[in-house]
T-cell receptor, first 116, second 112 residues
């Protein structure tokens, strides 16, 4: 079974530029998550989708970050404009719908963003 | 604000010894508890999860949960150099859509 796919793996941009990340979840996983992991910290949830609807985006900085999952499968996360403090690894994870013992989240390889 | 606390380490253990990692959480509504391992430059990978009070064993790993005291621990028996990594504790609440709240991680170093 293929895992969670993400691209690009690395991205370097100047501050105030825009950037987009792509994620393809495990087949059949209806729930998709985007996390931000700053060096030395644990991942922090940015947004959670179930199918193509947003379940939780309370920690997404909506003035600069946006995310979509139009067809309930792939998802993109965009930052516009980027700030220095956005330098981090952006992790995508997926799981079966929440509610019980099948709610384990599986992570993709991540995208390492450096903002100069 | 839900919080998950871990000692950042590093926790240095000799090869073959038992590594003991602890995690405390603030939200009494948390129902699922996870341990992830993260090698440097890699993404988190699930080691094990636990839902009920008590111990759960999987190979060399044992997770222990005490909901009354709001802590969860991970024991790694017969530690190997390949166990050197950061271990992330995460908790979730099914009623809150299964959102994971992570601790900052404990760095473990297993010395040959």
């Amino acid at each position: 079974e293929a895992g969670v796919a993400q691209s690009p793996r690395y991205k370097i941009i100047e501050k105030r530029q825009s950037v987009a990340f792509w994620c393809n979840p495990i087949s059949g996983h209806a729930t998709l998550y985007w996390y931000q992991q700053i060096l030395g910290q644990g991942p922090k949830l940015l947004i959670q989708f179930q199918n193509n609807g947003v379940v939780d985006d309370s920690q997404l900085p909506k003035d600069r970050f946006s995310a979509e999952r139009l067809k309930g499968v792939d998802s993109t996360l965009k930052i516009q404009p980027a700030k220095l403090e956005d330098s981090a690894v952006y992790l995508c994870a997926s799981s079966l719908p929440p509610g019980g013992s099948t709610d384990t989240q599986y992570f993709g390889p991540g995208t390492r963003l450096t903002v100069l | 604000q839900k919080e998950v606390e871990q000692n950042s380490g590093p926790l240095s253990v000799p090869e073959g010894a038992i590594a003991s990692l602890n995690c405390t959480y603030s939200d009494r509504g948390s129902q699922s508890f996870f341990w992830y391992r993260q090698y440097s430059g890699k993404s988190p990978e699930l080691i094990m999860f636990i839902y009920s009070n008590g111990d759960k064993e999987d190979g060399r790993f044992t997770a222990q949960l005490n909901k009354a005291s709001q802590y969860v621990s991970l024991l790694i028996r017969d530690s190997q150099p390949s166990d050197s990594a950061t271990y992330l504790c995460a908790v979730s609440d099914w009623a809150a859509g299964n959102k994971l709240t992570f601790g900052g991680g404990t760095r473990v170093l297993v010395k040959p």
